[in-house]
């Protein structure tokens, strides 16, 4: 029986813990490391996990998470989402074949991992789409921007792009993107079964996989996966990121900025 294949998933966390109503119970990141760890890959052997958790310069460590022998805890020097993410990315060099992203209020359905190395046997970067759920479970939307959840690739293809640009505060993600659109590396991304057939359907009625293929570089293919929802379940706060940018006229105009600055980088908004 050959090795499995050892894959880092890095995850920025600011430890916060899940509530439910009045009840506060465990941390996000517990269950994004439970859900993970659920993998079909995992079970069968084709996948080692571990975890390396990026988190602010002052975060305290809870007990319960402390000692676990598959988590590697990256300290960041600032308080910020780009700075928890190369903490991670830094304490992550060369050490796994592949290397995964799971922010921890996210997770995994089973087979992720499965169509992920898949996938990367053809391939040098894997995105996928998510199903978009409420703090109250209620489903709002299929997202089918790759934000980093759904990000897989071989620790090649990490060291190659490199970190997080530090500067930007909302559309880092994007700025990753471009640069890897730009590589030449070869990028899947996968989409549910239900997805349009074409991309002329999609462009009809889920724009959104157009511009992942307008816009994310020329190397990219389409590949649908046979799971009738996406491969992500991403949690969607009320006040998110983008949430908060809906609601303030100041957060609006950075990230106006900030696409604008994409834009004269990239010739475009990376997807």
Request: charged share 20%; proline share 5%; hydrophobic share 45%.
């Amino acid at each position: 029986m050959s090795q499995p294949s050892s894959v880092g998933v890095i995850t920025p966390s600011r430890l916060q813990r899940i509530t439910v109503g009045a009840q506060t119970d465990a941390y996000f990141v517990d269950r994004a490391i439970t859900g993970a760890l659920a993998q079909t890959a995992v079970a069968e052997g084709r996948a080692r996990l571990t975890f390396i958790i990026g988190i602010d310069a002052d975060a305290a460590i809870p007990a319960s998470l402390a000692e676990r022998s598959d988590v590697i805890w990256a300290r960041s020097e600032t308080r910020s989402q780009a700075g928890a993410l190369n903490a991670g990315i830094d304490a992550a060099a060369d050490r796994f074949d592949y290397i995964a992203f799971l922010e921890d209020d996210d997770w995994w359905d089973p087979h992720y991992l499965t169509w992920g190395l898949n996938a990367l046997k053809r391939f040098d970067f894997v995105s996928t789409t998510q199903l978009e759920v409420d703090e109250n479970g209620t489903i709002m939307r299929i997202n089918d921007f790759p934000t980093p959840s759904g990000w897989m690739m071989p620790s090649s293809t990490l060291r190659r792009i490199g970190l997080f640009d530090p500067t930007l505060r909302w559309h880092l993600d994007n700025e990753w993107l471009g640069r890897l659109g730009d590589s030449g590396l070869r990028r899947c991304h996968l989409i549910d079964a239900l997805a349009p057939a074409t991309l002329a359907m999609a462009e009809q009625v889920r724009p959104w996989i157009a511009n992942v293929v307008h816009f994310g570089g020329k190397n990219l293919e389409l590949q649908r996966h046979t799971m009738p929802a996406p491969l992500i379940t991403r949690l969607v706060h009320s006040r998110s990121g983008m949430a908060r940018i809906a609601g303030d006229a100041a957060l609006q105009e950075q990230s106006r900025a900030e696409y604008q600055h994409l834009i004269e980088r990239f010739g475009r908004i990376p997807w």
